[in-house]
């Protein structure tokens, strides 16, 4: 504790220094702000006295324009005076002028409004012309336009028929794929069933399920097994009735190369306990004599040997002859019925349903799951894989069909829009052909009746001009008469006028002395306003200067106290520390007698 107030003290004087020199660099802002402000203070007492003696100059200056104004306005009334002395002398000289110059100007007047007609009249009929021509033209287009509007018409009808055939064939195949897709999920959920069924040996014995199991192991006890006559043959699905209901049970029967290996499946069954197992050894398989079938298998009703209607891998040739040599396959139970009786030499005759006739013995007949179904499942296994890579292959091409199909509808819908887009710019066209077309015909009807009221108008200002000619010459004659006295006149109002322009001039001097007096003015007051917000922004930074420097004072203030307050825990601290230490001395003298009575005790017991 007395290290830690130790560090607090040295860390409270290093803050106490911090706030020292803020404190002085605070000291030196305030004196610059004070500084400042009396800077600024006496450049505003310059302003305004400078503002003081300019708005003197300016009240001279104005009382100056005021006599320049009241000089003009009096020379101004002489004029007006004189003006009107001589407008009264020249009325009669001025109305005669006034009607010859109207009379001049009316005939030029005339003239050239006749010129204009004439020239409107030239124009006038070549826009007639023109208009004729530009009307033929815009006939011609609007007609052509017409036939495009038309024929992009006929192809975006075309184009439209042509999506909705594609939608709905797009439609179609996306049924025919949702139907393969259900047709694909339920083969796939047989298609578990029956594997499910195939790695469970469902429907096989007990003892041929651990034959198998142990054999398909890589370090079972059992070796040479190739698997039961069920898998180890192929049937084609019309036949499998017939083949399953002739092998029965024997299906079943496990196929081993030797009679060695039967010997060693023999002995692990019989370790197992379960249950009994057929093993036919290839090596050993004899076929012996047997009756020789004589049915032609040409005759109707005969499908064939069931030898020749079973597959298998070459080196279980043997094995089918010896299984199925002496059976027959026919369509029905009649043809069967029939081949035995005529001592055709087979053993088993059986139907394409299952029904077995053994000639001179046993008939197998009616409806159910007369045999296990090894061959059946196997059969089914391989067709549904072969239907669901069918099924896939196809759903596959009906996906790229209906890819094809709706990129095509993408093509023809941008088809479309082109095909809208250009009838409607086409119509755009031909409305506004229509227009120039109905602005044209418009022109055509106001220039010809134009051209009518022209040749009027031109007729009667040829007879205006007549008599205007006539009644300036009269008029001519009495202007000479008073030309004279109106240069005198006109000499005493130039003097006049000449005195006017000086009192003009030497107030429009003042004015412009008074403008030049008010913007020196106005810069003042500027200059004096950008003074006071100076001084107030000064002021503000001295105050917040102010309240720093109060604000440093008094976290000095607080590191002295607390200061203070780590130096007294540290006195309590050396005080306890003191204590402590006394206390300790005491203890270890204790800690010392004890130990030797200790010793004294150890030896006593030592002597006992």
């Known amino acids: 504790k007395i290290g830690f107030n130790h560090n607090a003290i040295e ?3 290093i803050q106490k220094s911090k706030y020292e020199r803020s404190i002085d660099v605070l000291k030196n802002k305030i004196e610059h702000a004070e500084s400042g402000i009396c800077d600024l203070n006496l450049d505003l007492e310059k302003i305004q006295a400078a503002l003081t003696d300019g708005n003197s100059g ?12 009241y000089e003009y306005d009096v020379l101004q009334q002489q004029i007006e005076e004189n003006k009107k002395q001589v407008i009264d002398m020249l009325h009669k000289g001025s109305s005669l002028q006034n009607e010859v110059g109207s009379l001049s100007a009316e005939r030029d007047t005339i003239g050239n409004r006749r010129s204009k007609l004439l020239k409107r009249q030239e124009e ?6 023109r208009i004729e021509f530009e009307r033929r033209n815009l006939t011609e287009q609007r007609n052509m336009v017409l036939g495009k509007i038309e024929g992009l018409e006929q192809s975006l009808v075309g184009t439209n028929e042509q999506i909705k055939v594609l939608n709905s064939e797009i439609q179609s195949v996306g049924d025919g794929i949702n139907s393969l897709q259900q047709l694909k999920s339920r083969k796939e959920s047989r298609l578990e069933t029956l594997e499910d069924l195939e790695k469970r040996f469902e429907g096989v014995s007990s003892g041929v399920q651990v034959v198998l199991e142990e054999s398909g192991k890589d370090d079972g006890k059992i070796s040479g097994v190739h698997g039961m006559v069920a898998d180890l043959i192929k049937v084609d699905t ?3 009735p017939a083949i399953e209901a002739v092998l029965g049970d024997r299906a079943q029967i496990i196929v081993a190369n030797s009679i060695k290996d039967v010997i060693q499946s023999s002995d692990f069954l019989k370790e197992q306990d379960k249950g009994y197992v057929k093993f036919l050894p290839l090596e050993d398989i004899s076929m012996g004599e047997s009756g020789h079938v004589s049915v032609d298998i040409n005759v109707p009703g005969v499908v064939g040997r069931a030898v020749d209607l079973v597959k ?12 199925f040599r002496d059976t027959i396959v026919v369509e029905d139970f009649d043809t069967a019925l029939r081949l035995s009786g005529d001592k055709c030499g087979a053993k088993f005759i059986v139907t394409l349903k299952g029904e077995v006739v053994e000639p001179g013995g046993t008939i197998l007949v009616g409806q159910g799951n007369m045999t296990i179904g090894l061959i059946s499942r196997k059969t089914e296994l391989e067709s549904i894989k072969l239907e669901l890579a069918k099924i896939l292959e196809e759903i596959a091409t009906r996906l790229s069909e ?8 993408v093509h023809l819908a941008q088809n479309a829009d082109e095909f809208k887009s250009g009838i409607d710019a086409e119509n755009v066209i031909k409305v506004s052909q229509d227009n120039n077309l109905q602005k044209e015909e418009f022109k055509n009807v106001e220039l010809n009746d134009e051209r009518e009221v022209n040749k009027s108008e031109i007729q009667e200002i040829n007879e205006h001009i007549e008599s205007i000619n006539q009644r300036e010459v009269n008029l001519n004659n009495e202007i000479v008469t008073l030309n004279d006295q109106r240069k005198v006149l006109e000499d005493q109002v130039v003097v006049l006028d000449n005195d006017r322009v000086n009192k003009e001039s030497g107030k429009g001097n003042v004015q412009n002395e008074i403008t030049e ?9 500027e200059r004096k306003g950008n003074v006071i917000t100076s001084l107030e922004k000064i002021g503000k930074e001295l105050y917040e200067n102010k309240e720093e420097l109060t604000a440093a004072h008094s ?3 607080n590191c002295r106290e607390k200061t203070v307050t780590s130096e007294n825990m540290i006195t309590e601290l050396n005080r306890t520390l003191e204590c402590l230490q006394v206390d300790k001395v005491a203890l270890e003298e204790e800690n010392s007698r004890l130990k030797e009575e200790q010793s004294v005790c150890s030896g006593q017991l030592t002597e006992k």
Request: proline share 0%.
């Open 11 to 13: 860390e409270l004087n």
């Open 58 to 69: 300016l009240s001279t200056k104005e009382t100056a324009l005021k006599q320049f104004e």
């Open 124 to 129: 006038v009929s070549s826009d007639l012309e």
């Open 238 to 240: 019309a036949y499998v």
């Open 312 to 323: 298998s891998e070459d080196r279980f040739k043997a094995l089918i002859e010896y299984i």
């Open 402 to 409: 209906k890819e094809i199909k709706e990129s095509e509808v």
């Open 517 to 525: 007096l008010k913007i020196v003015l106005a810069q003042k007051e």
């Open 555 to 557: 976290e000095i203030e």
